[in-house]
């Protein structure tokens, strides 16, 4: 069940929904309109043959950063990753990002299949931006670039993202590979046994 504005102004009031820098003035019938930052992550194309994920080739990047009163130029067929103003995010809710009906008339993508931030999981979200059209788009920083909602979960989840998350901490970092995940709870889970071990001698 997806909250309205009612609810979701209460749980923001109640502390279950945090969003740095809320504007009421933001608030739709049942969803949240968040500003596109001024900080972009490029491919350096040409630097890079071909991406091969399962091997950990990723393409070579580099950051933009971008003045409030500037422009970022999205050219037809690029994919860049770009971040949100607002920090946001609930220990208690399941977070959905969409975009805004009058960018998506004309060809702008904002996520092309990330679009769910787990209950635990703080952060100001990294867009993923297509340009689908044959013309380029203009990004200005501070834009309303798309809308969170927000749904109940049927129980509390048992894993805290905080512990599992890939991205937890690093959500602008371009590639986190699972495999560095697996590796990283693995030793810490070496660590814990070895902590109680030592308690039990």
Not at 15 to 23: A, P, Q
Request: glycine fraction near 6%.
């Amino acid at each position: 069940m997806y909250l309205s504005d009612v609810d979701i102004k209460k749980a923001i009031k109640e502390g279950h929904i945090v969003i740095e820098g809320y504007d009421e003035s933001r608030m739709q019938p049942a969803s949240y309109d968040i500003l596109l930052g001024n900080k972009f992550i490029v491919h350096n194309s040409q630097a890079t043959m071909a991406i091969d994920p399962v091997n950990k080739i990723y393409p070579e990047v580099r950051e933009i950063i971008i003045p409030d009163d500037g422009y970022f130029v999205l050219h037809p067929g690029i994919s860049i990753l770009g971040t949100s103003v607002d920090y946001f995010g609930s220990e208690k809710y399941l977070i959905q990002l969409s975009g805004k009906s009058s960018l998506a008339r004309i060809g702008l993508i904002i996520h092309n299949t990330a679009g769910i931030i787990n209950p635990g999981h703080f952060l100001n979200i990294t867009f993923e931006l297509c340009n689908l059209n044959h013309m380029p788009i203009i990004l200005r920083p501070n834009m309303r670039i798309g809308q969170i909602l927000f749904s109940e979960l049927s129980s509390p989840p048992s894993k805290d993202y905080k512990t599992t998350g890939r991205y937890q901490g690093r959500d602008w970092q371009h590639f986190v590979d699972p495999r560095e995940e697996e590796t990283k709870k693995e030793k810490a889970k070496i660590k814990t046994k070895k902590v109680i071990s030592k308690k039990n001698k």
